[in-house]
């Protein structure tokens, strides 16, 4: 192109980084690699790598989760663009800005390290130490974008069996969440929102205890909710509009709620007594 200079402007990489979650023996894992070159080798990091010059970054988000983990034609798995990192000293070999992808994926078969990733696991989410570069703050935006996905989709129930009680379900959704829910209120949430499960005729299955047999469930034919079952920091993180929302927020259970009061009550005798 006439008049312009390619070469004014300093030249940087466009990589992708990918924050891949699933749910495993009832806890949160992600998918994380071992780096098999510096920076950071022997380093966990995200999977991920440079954009080629003639591909995507979508594209290249998909071929380097199958260089680095070998996860090839995964189904179920829809990677959504979370973001973009641009700190100019994120990467300490030049200016490299990062286009970041999230998915949660059901059903996750084992990875096996590749490429310039020396390993490749599933690790669960708590607990992990730090990561390379950025890869601290990309996972924990993506997990918080996983756990507003399980608000506006019915995407739980892929974690379940194909017959499934209502506590399994809820417990896919505390795993995600990190929370515990109040079990009559999220039972009541869930079977008012249309399209999102169906019950089995005549079928139930013992849970454990004295008590009877739980129905059994099976996905039902909707795809998003309506309304959105919120979690109950997000339903009141916006007080202006919790009287026009038609969106419901499930509340913590019952113990949570009672400590969670009790505390209060002692603060503030705390205070009453600090302050005479």
């Given amino acids: 192109m006439e008049g312009y200079d390619k070469h004014a402007f300093e030249p940087f990489a466009v990589t992708v980084d990918l924050a891949v979650f699933t749910v495993r023996a009832g806890a949160l894992q992600v998918l994380l690699i071992e780096r098999g070159q510096e920076p950071y080798a022997g380093c966990r990091a995200l999977p991920g790598g440079f ?7 979508g594209t290249a988000a998909r071929r380097e989760l199958a260089e680095e983990t070998g996860l090839t034609d995964v189904s179920g798995l829809h990677l959504e663009q979370l973001r973009t990192y641009s700190e100019p000293d994120r ?8 286009v970041a992808y999230a998915a949660l994926l059901p059903d996750a078969p084992e990875p096996r390290g590749g490429g310039d990733a020396a390993s490749a696991h599933w690790l669960p989410y708590d607990g992990l130490g730090p990561l390379a570069f950025d890869h601290d703050q990309i996972l924990a935006d993506a997990r918080e974008r996983i756990g507003a996905k399980l608000e506006y ?23 995600v969440w990190g929370a515990a829910l109040d079990r009559p209120n999220f039972r009541r949430k869930v079977l008012a929102t249309p399209g999102f499960v169906e019950p089995v005729p005549g079928a139930a299955r013992l849970t454990g205890g004295r008590g009877k047999p739980a129905a059994l469930y099976r996905a039902g034919g909707a795809t998003a909710l309506h309304p959105p079952l919120l979690r109950a920091a997000a ?4 007080p202006s509009a919790s009287s026009t929302s038609p969106s419901t927020s499930v509340s913590p259970s019952s113990s949570s709620s009672a400590s969670s009061s009790a505390s209060a009550s002692a603060s503030a005798s705390a205070s009453k007594g600090s302050s005479s």
């Fill in 235 to 238: 339903a009141g993180s916006s």
């Fill in 153 to 175: 989709t019915c995407l739980a129930t892929a974690f379940c069996p194909p017959e499934f009680t209502l506590g399994e379900l809820q417990q896919v959704y505390e795993t």
């Fill in 91 to 98: 990467d300490p070999r030049m200016r490299v800005v990062s």
């Fill in 51 to 57: 954009v080629l010059p003639k591909e995507s970054a």
